[in-house]
C-alpha cells in the first residue's frame, strides 16, 4: 500500500534537537490527520487538517508543531520532546473530515533520548 | 465521553480454531464502526465499516457484526498470516474517530 507514505521510517533524537516527520497522500483526499501511538494505549488524535486548514488540536503540547502547506502533504514539526513522547506517530487521510475511511501510512518510529 | 473498549487484550488461538474479538462503546452519536487490522511495525490496515445494528459484514474468514452496544469480528478457521492486532473505532457525529486499545492475536501452527 503506497496511498499514504511517512519519512523517516524510524527517528532517534536527543531532547534538545529540532525534527520534522514527513506524510505524503496520493489518493485525492481532503483531510489529513496525525495520530500518536504508545505501547498498550489506544491511539491518539492529534491534529486533524481539512483543506489545508487546521480544524481541531486534541490538547497538544506545543513541542509539536503541525503544517500542511497543500491537501497532499502534512509535517510535524518536533522540539525539545521529552522520553515520553517516545511512540509511532501515525498519518492517515480520508476523502474528506467525517467520511468514514481513514487510510494510514506506515507511521515514524520515534524514540526520544 | 466516547469510548472504545475491547477484550480480550490478547487471544492465542491454535489454527483452525474459531473465536471472537469483542468491541464495546458508548457513544453520543453513532455515524460508524470501523475494523483495522495492524501489523507490528504498520499503519492500520482498514477491513471494515458498520453503521447499523443488524448490519454484517464478511472478508475471506473474518466478519464483523454490529448492535447497539457492540460489535464482534469472528474469525473462522483462522491461519496463521491472521495473527495481528486488531483495532476497533468508532466515527462520531462531531466526526473524529475513537479508537480501542485493540486485541493482540496470535494464530499458532
Known amino acids: 500500500e503506497t496511498g499514504v507514505t511517512q519519512t523517516p521510517r524510524h527517528l532517534v533524537m536527543g531532547m534538545t534537537n529540532k525534527k520534522s516527520l514527513k506524510c505524503e497522500q496520493h489518493l485525492g483526499h481532503n483531510a489529513m490527520y496525525w495520530y500518536k501511538q504508545s505501547a498498550k494505549k489506544p491511539l491518539e488524535l492529534m491534529f486533524v487538517?481539512?483543506?489545508?486548514?487546521?480544524?481541531e488540536n486534541n490538547s497538544v503540547p506545543s513541542r509539536f508543531s503541525p503544517e500542511c502547506p497543500n491537501s497532499s502533504h502534512l509535517f510535524l514539526h518536533l522540539h525539545t520532546l521529552q522520553p515520553e513522547d517516545s511512540a509511532l506517530y501515525l498519518c492517515a487521510s480520508s476523502q474528506d473530515r467525517g467520511t468514514e475511511t481513514q487510510y494510514f501510512g506506515p507511521g515514524t518510529r520515534l524514540l526520544v533520548l | 465521553e466516547d469510548q472504545v473498549t475491547q477484550s480480550p487484550e490478547a487471544l492465542r488461538l491454535q489454527e483452525g480454531e474459531s473465536s471472537s474479538l469483542n468491541c464495546s462503546y458508548t457513544v453520543s452519536g453513532l455515524r460508524g464502526l470501523f475494523w483495522y487490522r495492524q501489523d507490528p511495525g504498520k499503519g492500520p490496515e482498514f477491513l471494515f465499516t458498520?453503521?447499523?445494528a443488524g448490519e454484517e459484514k464478511e472478508k475471506e474468514r473474518l466478519k464483523a457484526t454490529l448492535t447497539k452496544k457492540e460489535s464482534f469480528l469472528h474469525i473462522t478457521a483462522p491461519k496463521p498470516e491472521d495473527s495481528a492486532t486488531y483495532l476497533c473505532?468508532?466515527?462520531?457525529?462531531?466526526?473524529?474517530?475513537?479508537f480501542g486499545p485493540g486485541t493482540r492475536l496470535s494464530v499458532l501452527p
Open positions: 473505532a468508532v466515527n462520531n457525529y462531531g466526526q473524529n474517530f475513537v
Open positions: 458498520l453503521y447499523s
Open positions: 487538517y481539512s483543506l489545508e486548514e487546521r480544524v
